[in-house]
C-alpha cells in the first residue's frame, strides 16, 4: 500500500527531492498514477487551499506547491493516458469585460487545476458573448467570473445576464471573485458561489461540481 | 521634496461611503484635516464608489473640504463630466487622477485635458494590460510624456504612475519596476513618479513593513511622490527620513522638526 500521506505532506512542504523518490516509490510499488495523483498530490493541494484560506500560508508557497506537483505531473501523464480518462470538471475561467487584472484570476485557476480540473482560462478584458461562446465550445461546467475594479462589477452581472439569454443558465455553475466583490453581491447578481481568495474559491468549485 | 497625496477620501472606503451617504460633513473635515497635519501635499477625492451618485457626491465632497483645506484637491475619476464638474469648483490648481493609455480613458481625457492647467497623474497602463518588463513601462511613460507635452502639458506637471505590482506571484516586479523608474528619470529628469505602493506585498504577511522598505528603494530610483495614507505615522516618518537620506531636506530640518513633534523616532 502505498503512503500517500507521505506524499501528502511532502507535497505540502514543498520537498521536491522526496516527493520524487515517493512518487516514484508508489509506481513501483504498483500503485496506480490516478490514486498518486488524487489521494497523494490532489489531496495535498486541498491542504495548500486550506492553509492558504486560514492564512498560515502565503502566495509564494502555494504558487511553490504547485511547481513542486507540476514535475510529479509529468512522470505521472503518460501513465495517466494508459489507465483512461476519468470524469472531470470543465472550468471556465476569465476576467470581464474592461478589466485588464489577472493575477488573481490566474492563482484561482491555478488552484482549480492542482486540485484535478481541467481549467480553460481564456484571459482577460472578455465580452460577456464570449463567456457565452466559451461556454459552449468548453462544454463548461464551471464559470469563474474576475473583477478586480469596482468600475467593472457591473460587467459581472451583464455577463451573467447573457449567460441566461442565451439559455445555458442551468447548465453551468457561476463563481465570482476578486478584491471589491463581496457575497451579498454574488447574491445579488445571481451568481451560484462567491470566494475571497484562491484557496477558498478551489474548496467552492469542488463542492459545487459535486 | 517628496509628495504625498493622501489616498483617504475614497467612497470605496466603508466609513467615507457611510459619511458621503449620510453628508455627515464632520466625518469628512476631521480626516481632511488630519491628513493635512500629517503632512500631505495633496487631498484625493474619488466618489466613484456609489454609482449613479458621483457627481453629487464628489460636487458635496469639494463643498465640505475645500473650506478647510489649502492643499490642492487630486480629482479623481474615470469620468470627464465628473471631472468637469469638479475642475470648475476647484479654488486652486488641481491634480487630474488619472490618464492611461487604455484607448477609452485615453480618447475621453485627451480632450477634457487639453487648454487646462493643472498636474496629471499618467498610469503605464495601456489595453495589453499591465506592463511586462521595465522597457515596456517607459516607453509607456514615454508615450504618455509626448501625448501631454503635444497638448502643452509641461514635463514637471505630470506625475507618471509606473505600477507596482506584486513580488509574491513574480519576484523580478520589485526590481523591474525599480529599473523603470531610473529609467525614466534618466529621460526626463523634471518628470515626477507616483503611484500607491501596496501592491508590491499583495499576498504575503506583514505588508507595511514591505511597503516601508520599498518606498526608500522607490525614492533612490527617482519617485518623489506616493499615494498612500498619511495616517499611516511609519511610512511618513520612513519617508521623511529617506528623503533627507537623499538629500532634499536641508539641514535635515524636517526630520528633526519630526522628531520633535513626536512623529518620527528610532
Known amino acids: 500500500m502505498a503512503n500517500y500521506d507521505a506524499i501528502m505532506e511532502a507535497l505540502v512542504a514543498c520537498d521536491q527531492e522526496k516527493l520524487t523518490s515517493l512518487v516514484n516509490g508508489a509506481l513501483e510499488e504498483g500503485a496506480s498514477a490516478n490514486d498518486i495523483l488524487n489521494k497523494g498530490l490532489i489531496a495535498g493541494m486541498d491542504i495548500v487551499g486550506e492553509k492558504m484560506e486560514s492564512g498560515e500560508m502565503f502566495i509564494p508557497e502555494v504558487l511553490m506547491t504547485a511547481q513542486t506537483m507540476s514535475v510529479c505531473l509529468e512522470t505521472l501523464k503518460p501513465l495517466l493516458g494508459e489507465e483512461g480518462d476519468t470524469v472531470t470538471t470543465n472550468v471556465l475561467i476569465g476576467t470581464v469585460k474592461g478589466d485588464l487584472h489577472d493575477i488573481g484570476k490566474n492563482l484561482v485557476a491555478m488552484m482549480l487545476e492542482s486540485g484535478g480540473m481541467n481549467v480553460h482560462n481564456i484571459g482577460v478584458d472578455i465580452d460577456p458573448q464570449e463567456f457565452v461562446r466559451y461556454i459552449k465550445e468548453t462544454d463548461a461546467d464551471i464559470v469563474c467570473l474576475s473583477a478586480l475594479l469596482t468600475t467593472t462589477m457591473p460587467a459581472m452581472k451583464e455577463t451573467i445576464e447573457a449567460i441566461s439569454e442565451s439559455g445555458l443558465r442551468d447548465q453551468v455553475k457561476i463563481m465570482v471573485g476578486g478584491a471589491p466583490v463581496t457575497q451579498a453581491f454574488a447574491d445579488e447578481i445571481n451568481a451560484d458561489g462567491f470566494a475571497p481568495d484562491a484557496g477558498s474559491a478551489a474548496k467552492l468549485a469542488k463542492a459545487l461540481a459535486a | ?266
Open chain 2, 1 to 266: 521634496m517628496f509628495e504625498v497625496i493622501g489616498e483617504r477620501i475614497n467612497t470605496s472606503r466603508k466609513k467615507v461611503q457611510a459619511a458621503v451617504a449620510d453628508r455627515d460633513a464632520d466625518y469628512i473635515v476631521d480626516d481632511v484635516k488630519k491628513q493635512q497635519e500629517a503632512g500631505a501635499a495633496f487631498i484625493d477625492v474619488n466618489a466613484g464608489a456609489r454609482i449613479g451618485h458621483e457627481d453629487e457626491d464628489m460636487k458635496w465632497l469639494l463643498d465640505t473640504i475645500q473650506p478647510v483645506v489649502s492643499l490642492p484637491l487630486a480629482l479623481d475619476s474615470p469620468d470627464p463630466a465628473v471631472l468637469e464638474l469638479a475642475f470648475n469648483m476647484v479654488e486652486s490648481e488641481p491634480m487630474v487622477n488619472s490618464i492611461s493609455l487604455e484607448k477609452d480613458r485615453f480618447d475621453t481625457m485627451m480632450p477634457f485635458l487639453e487648454g487646462k492647467t493643472c498636474k496629471i497623474v499618467a498610469l503605464c497602463m495601456d489595453d495589453a494590460g499591465m506592463p511586462a518588463s521595465s522597457q515596456d513601462i517607459i516607453d509607456r511613460a514615454d508615450q504618455l510624456v509626448k501625448d501631454l507635452t503635444g497638448i502643452g502639458f509641461p514635463v514637471s506637471s505630470i506625475y507618471v504612475d509606473p505600477l507596482v505590482q506584486p513580488i509574491s506571484t513574480d519576484i523580478t516586479k520589485g526590481v523591474m519596476v525599480l529599473d523603470a523608474v531610473r529609467g525614466i528619470k534618466a529621460q526626463y529628469p523634471e518628470i515626477h513618479i507616483t503611484g500607491g505602493l501596496s501592491n508590491i506585498s499583495y499576498g504575503l504577511p506583514q505588508r507595511k513593513i514591505i511597503n516601508r522598505t520599498f518606498i526608500t528603494l522607490m525614492m533612490s530610483a527617482g519617485m518623489d511622490s506616493a499615494i498612500i495614507d498619511p495616517l499611516d505615522e511609519k511610512i511618513m516618518a520612513t519617508i521623511v527620513t529617506a528623503d533627507m537620506l537623499l538629500g532634499n531636506d536641508s539641514f535635515c530640518m524636517n526630520f528633526l522638526k519630526g522628531v520633535r513633534a513626536g512623529s518620527i523616532e528610532s
